[in-house]
């Protein structure tokens, strides 16, 4: 069975499924906290597959690797500081081998350095952008169907992501950024800048994901839209984050309360809807139900 | 505040680093009181610019040029009240833990307890537990000071505690921790000494485990 293609996808009417969180989760099935994701990788990688085959159950369309923190640079402060390549080439076959038989595609996931680009922070330009060129290099060859540029900050790094992975492969890139201070970005970027500054760069979509509130995230989406006219990807926390007593982040918002807001977020615009921290299967289960009814009764 | 001070102050808050060292110099010149310079200039500009920070009026970028323009006031600033503060109040071994590389609020604290004459070795971030274990045994420090802003990280202080214990230095030395996913729960359930959750707090802490 061949496949449609992300960018066929894309051009049909409807809205597509993406995934759900992937720290959360692997954390709530066992992993240490302290851990990145990319360990399980190389050491549990079936709990890796199973929660993307529960994404795809629960009617995930795309799915992500866990790959966030496998650049070169982020992985030089873990304990698997030069395996990128295995890492990044593992973590694709896992998410190939979970959506095999079904039409779901494989996203490459590319989070931020974790560092601040000069003059604020010590990063280089040029090794910024070789770390990512790299990561989407490995991602490439392994043959995920696009890439994802997520939870960036600041307009300098997303700009140096997209070059390098411009400089290796024709992949369709998506670029979404984490309004973590509300409706601006850690660094004070507003939604109208990502659209104005990040849409005529050569993205096949341009999104939000994580942040604060799920009212907040609805906020900088029409801000967003209303500065774009490329398709918008959507992916925010399930609510905000609250720290318990000892320190783990809860999330409080339920699944029928997340999914009730979806026939907002595509009257909105969103193109492409999933969710980011504290959003389980189920969440994305009752997210999924919601846009195929809409898809059916598009009226509504 | 007087003129000088004040514009010490908005030199900090608006981030203009070379303001800050002309007008310390010129304030120093004149014999102001290199405490007065440091709480009702510096140590008050940066509270404000954690309030902007926290009310959404400041984003990073502010926040850090604001830090650095600090930092250059507080350099030229030090000699002087070590010579007006008779001896040292302790020794600080100060880091962020393994894994992170959030330093704005430990460098913070580093200051200010540097401001009140604390000697500080400052580690830096994505510090390892051996790094904490091999500086206290060469330095003879009082006090282990741990910043983490992750909640992934944050084990990463009981890791250290460990190691400090397996060293057999933790009865030499208080561990001191803070950041902004810590709670004096979280603090006495890894055995820490104090926790504080800013910066001119955590100076109160250790002053007070000094003394304890
Ligand atoms: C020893 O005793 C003590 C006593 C008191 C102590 C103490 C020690 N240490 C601190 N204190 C206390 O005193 C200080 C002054 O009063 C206070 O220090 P604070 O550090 O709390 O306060 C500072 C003065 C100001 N606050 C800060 O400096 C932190 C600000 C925010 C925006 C932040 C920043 C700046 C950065 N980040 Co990061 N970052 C966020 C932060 C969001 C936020 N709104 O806070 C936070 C902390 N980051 C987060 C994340 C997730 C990340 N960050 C990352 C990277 C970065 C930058 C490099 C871009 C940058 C750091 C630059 C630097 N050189 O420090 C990544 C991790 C990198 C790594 N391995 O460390 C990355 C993983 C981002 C990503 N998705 O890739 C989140 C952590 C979530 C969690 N709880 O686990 C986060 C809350 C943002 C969010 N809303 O999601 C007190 O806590």
Redesign the interface.
């Known amino acids: 069975m061949e496949k449609r293609t992300f960018l066929e996808r894309m051009s049909e009417r409807g809205t597509l499924v993406l995934d759900g969180a992937t720290g959360t989760n692997l954390q709530s099935r066992g992993l240490t906290k302290g851990l990145p994701a990319e360990v399980w990788v190389l050491e549990q990688p079936e709990k890796i597959i199973g929660l993307a085959q529960d994404f795809v159950a629960a009617g995930a369309d795309i799915i992500l690797t866990c790959t966030f923190g496998a650049s070169s640079i982020r992985l030089e402060h873990t304990s698997l500081n030069g395996k990128g390549e295995m890492v990044n080439r593992r973590a694709a076959e896992l998410a190939q081998r979970a959506v095999e038989g079904t039409p779901a595609l494989v996203a490459g996931s590319i989070g931020p350095t974790g560092q601040l680009l000069k003059p604020l922070g010590p990063l280089d330009e040029t090794d910024a952008i070789r770390s990512f060129a790299e990561q989407a290099r490995y991602l490439a060859d392994a043959g995920v169907d696009l890439l994802v540029v997520e939870t960036q900050f600041d307009l300098a790094e997303a700009k140096a992501a997209l070059t390098g992975i411009q400089m290796v492969t024709n992949l369709p890139v998506v670029c979404s950024f984490s309004f973590d201070r509300g409706t601006r970005t850690m660094m004070g970027v507003k939604p109208a800048q990502v659209g104005n500054e990040i849409s005529p760069l050569g993205v096949a979509a341009i999104g939000i994901n994580c942040g604060r509130s799920l009212e907040d995230n609805q906020k900088a989406m029409i801000e967003l839209r209303d500065s774009t006219s490329l398709p918008i990807w959507f992916k925010p926390n399930a609510g905000l984050p609250q720290l318990d007593a000892s320190g783990n982040p809860t999330y409080d918002i339920s699944p029928e309360a997340m999914a009730a807001k979806v026939p907002e977020w595509i009257s909105i615009g969103a193109k492409l809807i999933g969710g980011c921290c504290g959003t389980s299967p189920d969440h994305l289960a009752a997210i999924a139900k919601e846009v195929h009814k809409s898809q059916l009764f598009p009226s509504r | 505040m007087n003129e000088i001070l004040r514009a010490i102050y908005s030199s900090i808050i608006d981030g203009e680093q070379k303001v800050t060292t002309a007008k310390v110099q010129e304030a120093l010149d004149q014999g102001t009181e290199p405490s007065a310079i440091l709480n009702e200039g510096m140590v008050a500009a940066m509270a404000e610019v954690g309030k902007l920070f926290e009310e ?1 009026e400041y ?4 926040m ?1 040029v604001a830090a650095r323009a600090m930092q250059s006031g507080l350099a030229m600033l030090k000699p002087y009240l070590v010579k007006a503060d008779v001896k040292s109040s302790g020794k600080v071994v100060a880091g962020t833990v ?2 992170d ?1 959030h330093d704005i609020g430990k460098n913070l604290v580093c200051m200010m307890l540097e401001g009140s004459a604390f000697e500080v070795i400052d580690l830096g971030s ?1 510090v390892d537990p051996d790094k904490f274990v091999e500086a206290v045994h060469q330095t003879n420090a009082d006090i282990v000071a741990m910043s983490a802003l992750l ?6 202080m009981k890791v250290t505690i460990e190691a400090l214990k397996a060293a057999g230095l933790r009865d030499k030395v208080k561990v001191l921790v803070g950041g902004a ?3 004096q ?2 603090a006495n ?1 890894i055995g820490a000494d104090g926790y504080a959750p800013d910066a001119s707090r955590a100076v109160a802490t250790a002053k007070s485990l000094i003394a304890a």
């Open positions: 959404g984003f990073v970028p502010e850090l393994k894994g590389l994505d909640t992934t990280t944050m084990p990463n996913p810590l709670t729960q979280y359930e």
